[in-house]
Every structure is written in C-alpha cells, then in structure tokens.
C-alpha cells in the first residue's frame, strides 16, 4: 500500500521521490500508563516502515535469511537519531514515512517520520549497515540501483553518494 | 477492512454471521531468536482484532476513556485460553478472526483464530469483562445489541445467554 | 501441583517443594493507557519465570540453540490457559512462580502465579513441548530427572507421569 | 558527563560520581529472528534505567502520577541520539549505567550505556523533560538539586548548568 504525502515539497530543488508512506494504527500495546504512546513503540513503527519500503524495492527479509549461503546478509540499524515532537494516541491512525536519504558503501541512511495528519509526531535518522557472516559488507550493486530510485536528483549521474 | 473468510463453513445448523476479520502483518518486533513469532505477540494480534470488532461496532476506546463521568467503562481481558499450533513467520502476512461467542450479564465471551491462507496457527476463547470505577458492571443495553449482533442465531429471541 | 493455594499449603499430601520464584518489577514498557499492565505483558513476566526455573536447573537457551546437531532442541510453548484476577501497577514488585505440575512423554505441564505480596494477581496453566528439527520430541531422560525435582512426590518412585 | 571513556577515566578534571547502574538479563521477549536483542529492546533497558535512577533519587513514577493536582508532573523523552555498537544475545546479563550529563531549566540531558561486561554495546544521549497539564515547566528546586549530585563536579557552586 502506498499512501501519497499530504505534504506536497515545492522548493526549487528537486526534492526526489515522495517517500515511502505506510499507515499504522494505534493499539493499546503500543501505549503506557502515562496516556499517550510508549517511547519505543515509535522504533517498532519505523522499522515496519523500513521493511516496507525494502519490500516495495523486492527485498523480503525473511528469504534473506533463509537463503544462507555466502550470499546471506541482514540489514541492523547503526545509529538512531530521535526527535519526539508531539505524542501520538490510543486509536490515532498514523503514516510512517521512510525516505533514503544517502546510501554509502556499506552504510544506507534514511529519514523517517511520523505524522498524524499533516503534523509531524516523531522524526528520526537512522543508519543501517548490511552485515553477513558478522562482518560489515558493501552493498550490492542492484540493491544500491533500487535504493538508489528513493535518493533526491537520483537521475543525476554526478550525484555524490556519502 | 474487512477481509472474508475462506472457510465457508456449510453444516446444516445457523453458524451466524462470518466472524470479524483484520490483515496482520508479521514484523521484526514480533519475532524472537528462535526464529518464529514470540508467543506473546499473538495475544498482541488478537487485542488488535477485538479492538478493531468494537470499532466496527462503533465503540472506540480512546473515547470510552476520555468520556470519565459516571458512564465512564473499560474492558478488561478476565481469562484466555490458547492453543499454539503452528508458529507464524517473519513477513507473514496472516488473518485475526474474531467472533463474539457468548453474552452474559458483565462478560463477553469471544472465539479468536490466527491464520495463514486457511491454516488456523493459534486459537484462543476470551473473556472480557466491563469494568467502571473499579468494578465489573452489567453490559449496557446498546452494547449488548450491538454485540449480539456477532452472535450465531443472534435472529432467534429465544437464544440464551450464558 | 495445583497453585491455586495460598502460600502455606497445609493438606496431608506432599505438596512437593517451593516453587521457583524471581521478582520482577513493572516499568513503563509493561504498562498501557488504562493505566495498569498490559495483559500480553504477563505472558513475559511468565516466561521469564520459566527460562530462571530451566536456568536454575541448568539448562540454558542460548546454549541449546547454538548447539545445533542432532541433538539440538528448543521448547515451545502450545498452550496456556490464564486468569487475570487483579492488575499489577506501574512501579509494582512482583513475584513470579513457576512449578513443574506434570511430566509427560513429549510434553511439560508448569503451574504460574504473579503474585504482589501474598496477593495472586494472575494464574496459569502452561504446556510446553520439547521440539527438534521442526518435530516434536520424547524429552531426554536426564531432562525428565532435573524437571522432575520439581513434582511433588518426586521422591516417590511410584508417581505417575501423565 | 560523557560516557565514552573507558571503565577508569584518568583524566585530571573531576569526573562524577560513578554512574548509576542497574543489571538487566536477556529473554526471548527482547530478540528477534536475526538472532540477537531487537534494537527498540535496548530503549525499554534504558527506560529501566533511568527509571531506578530516579527511584534511588526518591523519584517514583507511580506516586507522580498519583499525586494530580496542579503539582502533578511526568517526564517525557524529548530526543535521543543512539549508537549501536554491537549486539547483546539470549541470556546476557548487561549492566545498564545512567548519569545525569546536564541539568537545563525545563530539561535533564542523561548519558547511558549498556554493556556485557566491560564491553560498550549501546550507548545513547536522552534528553528528558518535565511536563504538567500538557505543558513544559521548569523542574523544581527540589529535584534539580537531587539530580545535582549524579553532576560531575556538582559540589562546586560556579557548575554551570546549561
């Protein structure tokens, strides 16, 4: 499923894609006694955003795995940067949004968001790095083609890849 | 959304209306190092798709609690019992039934099944009771109505009620 | 052995020994926004119980995952019938009790209490079964004899296991 | 204080008190199928922590809420920033270290870690603020000069606070 942004960019440079969009309901096991959503909870939000994004791309987590192989890898976050803007609610329906905002050699960055509505609730960066065999690895060339379709200017050949 | 059963049940006895029927999809959060899904995050889908069944019925919980004031109710989960029968995968996409199995004064009684295509993996009876200030109360009318609505023979007036 | 007894049993029969027992304390994580534990959140405070109980009788998960081979296992759990009598609260210290109730040929039978002080919170009756390479197994004899200390009578050489 | 030293800073200026430090073991609850923790589980072990860090300051979560009244305050994570160094396993028992990095008026900066031994798996920077009715508010005299103590270099009176 793929919701369009309600946001729709108008700058002058080109903005890419719109991001990845997917709706996510709010149940109670994802609030706590204080009223409003668990911290973490928005982790697990985003991650299904992110495994979305890879499924609409063709990648499917669960055949990576069970290829095993030499050819076997796993992607693991890096690094997480959270802002929690507002609180999200019991019942609130939200969209989680997943943009690939720079792709490095072993190393994919990405901007996520959490909107309800057109207010944004959370954002985050977050690095993820491909490992197999418990080691770091470069990512493969048609896995940077497709996550390559989601970078801003990705039409442009000189385009620099951190 | 409202998905069909694949199971047309064809006995010759009224076996009430389709149970409730909601999309879970399978994520990282629900899994654990044995590769399957945690035994606990079923009980996750399964508040999911009776959260989801009162919606439909017009009862959403943020608004059950924001009311307060004396007409001020909650449910809360009194018993369950599960059967584990075979486990559901990472990225699975699966099928939460719910069916409202019995009325009584101040319990609910609901049948839950998990399946992947026709394949019931967890069946699980629950009983839920209204609880105001504190205390179990008798099932509003309109509720009641609403409810009854779910159940087999629910035309009959002569049904019982446990 | 049945749970449902408060701390001192005092009837004629062996009781068998204390049941194992670890404290858990309730953080935000484990609460929702009614205001008390979420009720899949016991089902983790059970488990923890049972993983200290093998633990305690040196059997270690980790361990028996990563030992792979023919004699590589796991334990699932197939089904749990639970009573959720009063909520646990946010900063609440509970105790957690796990006891073997029956030994069967391929099968576990364990009898939990969350308690708060002598308080029973919730109960449950929760079978678990011995799986290998996807198929459920006799357990191992020396198994039998480390689970079986914990049955009441199980200096009994007589006692029948269901 | 920054936490990214080692277990003995040695450096000439005055380093803190030691961090507060709690222990956290390893269930299935807190894995997903790759094998190792699930990377939203190290936020709950952080929550637990700076959950025991403010019981030990007198600080209880509960009696917070409880209180109501215009007193009445909670804390809510406004960001963090997280590194994930390497994955914690099934089983581990990790220490999780909480000290108070910065006190400003509405806001307290924590640096924490978690760690298998003396190993650094995950470190993060979480900035907490204090809300009532919905609204920021400066922290009161009283629990700043608590927090205060974990400050390094908190018995000099010229400590700025930012």
Same mark, same amino acid.
Do not use: C, W
């Given at each position: 499923?793929r919701l369009d942004s309600d946001e729709s960019p !108008?700058?002058?440079?080109?903005p890419g894609p719109a991001p990845h969009r997917i709706?996510?309901? &709010?149940?109670?096991?994802? =609030?706590?006694? *204080?009223?409003? &959503?668990?911290?973490?909870?928005?982790?697990?939000?985003?991650?299904?955003g992110r =495994?979305e994004l890879?499924?609409a791309? @063709?990648?499917?987590?669960?055949?990576?795995?069970?290829?095993?192989?030499?050819? *076997?890898?796993?992607? %693991? &976050? #890096? *690094?997480?940067?959270?802002?929690?803007? #507002? +609180?999200?609610?019991?019942?609130?329906?939200?969209g989680v949004e997943t943009a690939v905002a720079?792709?490095? @050699?072993?190393?994919?960055?990405m901007a996520q968001r959490i909107l309800?509505? !057109?207010? %944004?609730?959370?954002s985050?960066? %977050?690095?993820?790095?491909?490992?197999?065999?418990?080691?770091?690895? #470069?990512?493969?060339?048609?896995?940077?083609?497709?996550?390559?379709?989601g970078l801003p200017?990705?039409?442009? +050949?000189? %385009? =620099?890849? *951190?």
């Amino acid at each position: 499923m793929r919701l369009d942004s309600d946001e729709s960019p !108008t700058g002058g440079a080109d903005p890419g894609p719109a991001p990845h969009r997917i709706a996510v309901r &709010v149940y109670y096991e994802d =609030t706590d006694f *204080s009223g409003v &959503v668990y911290h973490a909870s928005y982790l697990r939000f985003f991650e299904r955003g992110r =495994t979305e994004l890879l499924r609409a791309l @063709g990648i499917e987590h669960k055949v990576i795995f069970a290829e095993g192989g030499k050819d *076997s890898f796993h992607f %693991v &976050v #890096r *690094s997480m940067a959270i802002d929690f803007i #507002r +609180p999200a609610l019991m019942d609130d329906m939200l969209g989680v949004e997943t943009a690939v905002a720079a792709l490095g @050699g072993a190393s994919i960055e990405m901007a996520q968001r959490i909107l309800r509505g !057109t207010e %944004v609730l959370v954002s985050a960066q %977050v690095r993820i790095a491909l490992v197999a065999a418990g080691k770091a690895r #470069r990512l493969p060339r048609d896995l940077v083609a497709r996550l390559g379709q989601g970078l801003p200017g990705h039409n442009d +050949p000189k %385009v =620099t890849r *951190s």
